[in-house]
């Protein structure tokens, strides 16, 4: 089956401590995506990434960090700079395309609490 | 990047036909709108996807006029499990820019029985 996988489910964390959320895909897609989502709230882009090797901060990239080593595999890893880091977090991929939006596949998401 | 205005909320009833508008004044010649779903605790999911006049798939239609100014999703005969916040976006997501990423609050969409 393809798709988009994100580990943990839910993560705890002490105050101070990095700690760094997992998203893979096998659906060969070039663009890679890391959102927050705060409760009531829309999503908002903390890191994007269109090729391997390569990725862009997003609107709430402060306290944020990532790597694109590899084509299907796209940590996200939230510093102890991040004053607000307890949310939930999804990671996405779409084809890039050049003339049309893509469509976005999203992962189930991790949901951070932080203690 | 364009700007999109829609309600924070609808209620309807099952059976009932949905239509939520979507606003977004200052839309590029080269912006899709593309509108998704989402379920608590789950990530948001694409619906369906227009540039002109009218889309439809399986679960829902998209009208566009023709200034493009806004649209409009149509839910046919919704049911308790259509309840769940509807995102619209414009915007590309090609190309170098993060445009068409940004999914603002939404609509909260609540079927009652």
């Known amino acids: 089956d393809g798709g988009i996988t994100q580990s943990p489910k839910y993560l705890f964390r002490k105050e101070g401590q990095n700690v760094t959320l997992s998203c893979e895909q096998n659906?060969?897609?070039?663009?890679m995506y890391w959102y927050r989502q705060d409760p009531g709230q829309g999503l908002r882009l903390i890191y994007y990434s269109q090729i391997v090797n390569d990725f862009q901060k997003g609107d709430i990239a402060e306290g944020y960090s990532v790597s694109r080593e590899k084509k299907e595999s796209f940590p996200l890893t939230v510093t102890s700079a991040q004053k607000n880091p307890t949310a939930f977090y999804l990671c996405?991929?779409?084809?890039?395309?050049?003339?049309?939006?893509?469509?976005?596949?999203f992962g189930p998401g991790t949901r951070l609490t932080v203690l | 990047l364009a700007k999109t205005t829609q309600p924070i909320s609808m209620d309807s009833y099952e059976g009932q036909e949905v239509n939520i508008t979507c606003s977004h004044n200052n839309i590029a010649t080269n912006d899709y709108i593309t509108w998704y779903q989402q379920f608590p605790s789950q990530g948001p999911r694409f619906i369906i996807q227009g540039y002109k006049t009218k889309v439809t798939n399986e679960v829902a239609s998209l009208f566009i006029p023709a200034d493009r100014k806004s649209s409009t999703l149509s839910l046919p005969r919704v049911s308790l499990s259509d309840t769940a916040v509807y995102y619209c976006l414009v915007g590309l997501s090609s190309g170098g820019g993060a445009d068409g990423l940004t999914f603002g609050k939404g609509t909260h969409l609540i079927i009652q029985p």
């Open positions: 996405a991929s779409s084809n890039r395309g050049h003339s049309s939006y893509n469509e976005q596949f």
């Open positions: 659906l060969n897609h070039d663009a």
